[in-house]
């Protein structure tokens, strides 16, 4: 490293945030761009640590002291290029991403770990502000065909990963414009959707095919699909809801998340016709779920103008500090507190919803929670209502933000593609394939609900395999193998 003891002469620095009294007032990203000076020192903080521990803790295996280095130099281009060869998708980690590498970081042992997420963004958004960022189609074609299920992260990586082999591409989206939960469930104000067109420009550029409004399983029989390409490879997500099924679950008012947030996403794009609206203007809104959907739908309601947030955690409160049985540098398990819960909400844990309350039209108007306890019997943690705890609770629109428990099972049934005990997508990590010969999975469709790094690691991963099996041999790379250059 260039700056060997950078550790030990700066402090940890992330972006600031505008203030929240004007933030609130559009759906527009509010980071405040840090100065190139305090990036360089950010970059030189990353340790001579000998073992770099962050790129275990990345599922991509980014090469983080390397563009670190870069930074701290002042060689953008460069770090731009060593970001690239691991990760299709920076500007889209690098806002997104919970930063599992900060957590394995070295240096954070015992002190603040590198700014890791921020330097990347920094370093993409340099990048294309440069115009460094061009397309790159393949010079030959195989004339191989393979059809990707699904537009977001996954399937945007492994279409991105087999065009560069020389494959083509068609990517069918069931949305009307391509991105998957990265445009419809990522709110504005986390990630403008422009940062998701510039890169799509690119891959049509490099001549990846794009069918938006085309719902495989409906508009085309999957396995007619089959037929057509040499390989099909399901990037389709986990998108089924999990629900709460307690009485008056059916009233009207109890929404959930994957519904209001698209449709605001939707009106943030200027779109007109979004059938019945769902908003939180002047209404006390209680979100039931304390991951980063409920904090998205903290931040939403918050800007529609709610007269009340109030935000619902089944878990107990967690400490600040790394839990003792969480050693570093595996993920921790610690009390996160977003952007948005710092835009004005009450935050409860260990309370449980029993009843949602309605009026005489069916319209919610409240509803009912008792506090929980996690007891340990028989080596296995079970929930436990504490008596005497009900509490009634005024509300108009209850946002369910509960994750999802797999994946649609049409297409898999129209293929004959196995399901696992999740209801995910049965595909091994060896070679992501199906039970189908030429048909593949990638992504949470495959894993189950997880985070957006992965999903790209995932396509990666998926490309090499699809690739062999298709060449018989593949010059694609796997987790953490640079392929320079890729902007």
Request: charge should be negative.
């Amino acid at each position: 490293m260039g700056k060997i003891t950078g550790f030990l002469e700066f402090e940890r620095e992330i972006e600031q945030y505008q203030p929240v009294k004007d933030r609130i007032k559009d759906y527009k990203e509010f980071t405040v761009e840090m100065p190139e000076k305090k990036l360089k020192n950010q970059g030189a903080r990353c340790m001579d640590c000998g073992i770099p521990f962050c790129h275990s803790g990345c599922p991509l295996g980014n090469l983080i002291p390397d563009f670190n280095d870069a930074v701290y130099r002042g060689k953008w281009e460069k770090a731009a290029n060593i970001l690239h060869s691991t990760n299709n998708f920076p500007e889209f980690t690098g806002r997104l991403c919970p930063a599992p590498c900060e957590e394995a970081c070295v240096l954070g042992i015992n002190e603040d770990p590198v700014t890791i997420e921020n330097i990347e963004k920094n370093i993409v958004e340099q990048a294309f502000k440069k115009g460094w960022v061009k397309a790159n189609p393949p010079k030959e074609r195989t004339g191989k065909t393979v059809a990707v299920i699904g537009s977001g992260p996954a399937g945007l990586a492994t279409a991105q990963q087999l065009n560069r082999a020389g494959h083509l591409i068609t990517v069918f989206e069931r949305d009307e414009k391509v991105g998957g939960l990265l445009r419809y469930g990522i709110p504005d104000f986390k990630m403008e959707k422009q940062v998701i067109d510039r890169r799509i420009a690119i891959l049509e550029e490099e001549g990846i095919i794009f069918k938006t409004n085309t719902h495989i399983g409906k508009d085309i029989k999957a396995d007619d699909l089959k037929s057509e390409y040499d390989a099909v490879v399901l990037c389709t997500g986990a998108t089924v809801r999990r629900n709460l099924p307690v009485k008056g679950a059916n009233l009207k008012g109890v929404v959930q998340a994957m519904d209001f947030l698209p449709q605001n996403n939707r009106r943030v794009d200027g779109i007109k016709d979004l059938g019945e609206e769902i908003m939180a203007t002047n209404k006390d809104v209680i979100v039931i779920g304390g991951g980063d959907t409920g904090s998205d739908c903290i931040g939403t309601s918050v800007r529609h103008g709610a007269t009340s947030v109030t935000n619902f955690e089944i878990m107990g409160k967690a400490t600040i500090e790394r839990p003792a049985h969480q050693p570093w540098p595996f993920w921790p398990m610690r009390l996160r507190t977003s952007s948005s819960h710092e835009e004005g909400v009450e935050r409860n844990w260990s309370i449980s919803t029993k009843e949602f309350l309605g009026d005489e039209k069916g319209n919610l108007r409240g509803l009912i929670t008792s506090e929980v306890e996690w007891v340990k019997e028989n080596g296995r943690f079970t929930l436990k209502e504490i008596p005497n705890t009900e509490k009634e609770w005024k509300c108009e629109l209850a946002l369910l933000a509960l994750g999802f428990t797999g994946s649609e099972p049409t297409i898999a049934e129209q293929l004959g593609v196995d399901m696992d005990a999740r209801t995910n997508i049965k595909a091994t990590e060896d070679n992501y394939a199906t039970n189908v010969k030429g048909v593949f999975a990638a992504g949470d469709t495959r894993r189950g609900q997880s985070l957006i790094v992965w999903a790209i690691a995932e396509g990666r991963q998926a490309a090499y395999h699809i690739d062999t099996y298709l060449m018989g041999s593949s010059n694609l790379p796997l987790k953490g193998e640079g392929d320079l250059p890729r902007i």
